[in-house]
Each structure stands twice: as C-alpha cells, then as structure tokens.
T-cell receptor, first 116, second 110 residues
Framework: DTGVSQNPRHKITKRGQNVTFRCDPI?????LYWYRQTLGQGPEFLTY????????KSRLLSDRFSAERPKGSFSTLEIQRTEQGDSAMYLC??????????????FGPGTRLTVL | DAKTTQPNSMESNEEEPVHLPCNHS???????IHWYRQLPSQGPEYVIH???SNVNNRMASLAIAEDRKSSTLILHRATLRDAAVYYC???????????FGTGTRLTIIP
C-alpha cells in the first residue's frame, strides 16, 4: 500500500492559463474523489468516480473544471482559464471496492495551486 | 447533510488525555459519525468512526451519546504529533461525499 499520490505537489500559474493535476489512487480502489480546500476551511467535495464513471459533481465544479478517469485507475483534474479564486489545495482520495458507509477515504497530500 | 458543531480551537498538555466534542443535534438514524484529522501540510487522515456504540482503535476512542446528538473523540495520551485540525463528519448510507466543517484546531503544549 503506497498510498494516494498526487502530482504536482505545487503549481504556480498566471491567471487565464490552463492547469492539470494528476491523482494516482491506492491500487484496486475503484472509487476516487476530488476535494478543494481553501485557507482556513475544511475540504469541499468536487466530484467522485466509480471506476471510469463520474457519478456525482458538486455545484462548485464550474464549466471551467473537468475531471476524468479514463481507465478507472488514475484521474486528472483540469482547470481552464484559471482565476485567482481557484487558488486552493486540491485533494484526491480513494476508497476500496467492497466498502460501506462507515468505511474510510484515503487522502493524498494534495496539489497546492497558486494563481497569480 | 446534517450539520456538526465543533469548538474552533482547543489546547492540551502533552501526555494528557484530550476530549474533543462534537454536536450533531440533527443527526439521522442512518448517519455514521466519522472523525478525520489533518496535520499541517497534509491531506486529511481517518481517525475513527461509529454508528451507535462507543468505538476504540489504536489511535483514539469515540464516545457517542445515547441520543446520538453529540459525540466525543478521546485521545488518551496526547503527543506533539497529535497537533492537527480534527473534523467531525456525519455521513449517511449511500452518500459518497464527506462534508467537512471548519473543525477544531488542537494545539499540544509541551
């Protein structure tokens, strides 16, 4: 169990640029989640996948955001035309196949995005 | 999602027990009570969860009130490594997302 990994760990970009983040979940975890965390706040749910299917999206996920998980393994989160308000920590989490409502989500270390 | 209320911050002396309270007066019968913590510059990590009965694991204990409208996370002997933000979260069956509040920032005094 190598844990959830996220790349890059830090990203600085200029307003208007596109950015893409990658998440590699724990092996054989079929559920994958994206959250966003701004300074001083708890993480906020963005979206989740079961295998390659995106099953739920938050209203926070504007049209400029897109998430994919093409082969049911790693996932990418792209933000187009970044705005300063997109500056945040983007967290990925995963959960095993056979799990119930009490089961834990395993979080990665996050990607910190700074939009100048 | 049912709402939880936690104190913004707490302090405790090293090697002393810590009791972190959480109120969830609108909890439903199918809501599980989860606790996660977030150490500085890290993603959240699972601590413990329960439904009705008190729970113990190697990290902590969870005491759940009989009416389930409140719960307490107990760290039996706090160390400096326990300094973190602790989140109390309710999660219903079939609800995949975790809804975090602002949590309790725990400071451990050496």
């Amino acid at each position: 169990d190598t844990g959830v990994s996220q790349n890059p760990r830090h990203k600085i970009t200029k307003r208007g640029q596109n950015v893409t983040f990658r998440c590699d979940p724990i092996s054989e975890h079929n559920r994958l989640y994206w959250y966003r965390q701004t300074l001083g706040q708890g993480p906020e749910f963005l979206t989740y996948f079961q295998n390659e299917a995106q099953l739920e999206k938050s209203r926070l996920l504007s049209d400029r955001f897109s998430a994919e998980r093409p082969k049911g393994s790693f996932s990418t989160l792209e933000i187009q035309r970044t705005e300063q308000g997109d500056s945040a920590m983007y967290l990925c989490a995963s959960r095993p196949v056979l799990s119930g409502p009490g089961d834990t989500q395993y979080f990665g270390p996050g990607t910190r995005l700074t939009v100048l | 999602d049912a709402k939880t209320t936690q104190p913004n911050s707490m302090e405790s002396n090293e090697e002393e027990p810590v009791h972190l309270p959480c109120n969830h007066s609108t909890i439903s019968g199918t809501d599980y009570i989860h606790w996660y913590r977030q150490l500085p510059s890290q993603g959240p990590e699972y601590v413990i969860h329960g439904l009705t009965s008190n729970v113990n694991n190697r990290m902590a204990s969870l005491a759940i009130a009989e009416d389930r409208k409140s719960s307490t996370l107990i760290l039996h002997r706090a160390t400096l490594r326990d300094a973190a933000v602790y989140y109390c979260i309710l999660r219903d069956f079939g609800n995949e997302k975790l809804t975090f509040g602002t949590g309790t920032r725990l400071t451990i005094i050496p």
